[in-house]
């Protein structure tokens, strides 16, 4: 696989996959948000990305373009992240989603309480307004 951090001027190429996929594209270049883009030798895989700064981190925009869901993909791209997370020195990251909750499980993510977020993930965007309150929050440690 190959990642390729995104620039800003690329983000659009994301906002199609994303919006397929009813995922938020609203706050996609507001600074402290970090975008990957994903491939193969057959070509584009998808899309994710990092948000926040320091230890805790949000994973964001998590998506298997269509032509390539059911292959195993979203595993391989959330592992790729989750290195990067590493690199970049997160030691636990959060999501909220609305309909991946048991994909998320699989890979070793654990549902929490909101109450129990760390300020700055609690102050996101994402957590504040972009996601329901009804959404799944679930962490993981790195």
Known sequence: MVVTMLRSG????????LT????????????????FRFDDAEGLIGY?????????RLLRSVVVVTNRIGRGIGGAIIAALEQQAREF??????????TA??????????????ESA?????ASHEFTALCPASAAYLVKAL
Request: avoid cysteine; charge should be negative; proline fraction near 6%.
């Open 10 to 17: 690329d983000l659009a190429e994301m906002a199609g996959p």
């Open 20 to 35: 397929a996929a009813k995922l938020p594209i609203a706050d996609l270049s507001e600074p402290g948000r970090t975008f």
């Open 48 to 56: 994710g990305g990092l948000e926040g700064e320091g230890a805790d």
């Open 89 to 98: 020195g997160v030691g636990h990251l959060h999501l909220l989603t609305t």
């Open 101 to 114: 909750a048991s994909f998320f499980r699989s890979l070793g993510f654990a549902d929490a309480s909101r």
């Open 118 to 122: 760390p300020a700055t993930i609690a």
